[in-house]
């Protein structure tokens, strides 16, 4: 499982972070994971069965990551041509 940014509390004015975690289940521990290029403090997130790709519709624009766990690294993904405002922040992973 790999836990992954948000914000301090209810109100969008708290800081937000870039920060997370993987836990292990076989050693029942957690791991830091790397920081991200960029907050996303609403993002939708999914996984591809390798990588963890995260998209927000942000003020700074519309913008994604994608996190892999065999390295710890993050890249930034292009930017989507559409801006849209996630309201119940699902993803969803559809190839293969």
Same mark, same amino acid.
């Given at each position: 499982? @790999?836990?992954w940014g948000g914000y301090g ?7 937000? #972070? ?5 836990y292990d289940p076989a050693q %029942?521990?957690?791991?830091? @994971?790397?920081?991200?290029? #960029? ?18 519709? !942000? ?13 710890? !690294? ?11 405002? #996630?309201? %119940?922040? !699902? ?6």
């Open positions: 499982m @790999i836990v509390s209810n109100d969008l004015e708290e800081p937000r #972070f870039d920060d997370g975690a993987a %029942d521990s957690w791991a830091r @994971i790397a920081r991200a290029p #960029f907050v996303l403090s609403s993002a939708a997130a999914t996984w591809t069965g390798t990588r963890l790709l995260v998209w927000d519709a !942000t003020p700074e624009g519309p913008r994604g990551a994608s996190y892999d766990p065999a390295s710890d !690294t993050w890249r930034r993904m292009a930017d989507a041509p559409l801006d849209r405002y #996630f309201s %119940d922040k !699902t993803g969803v992973w559809t190839a293969g």
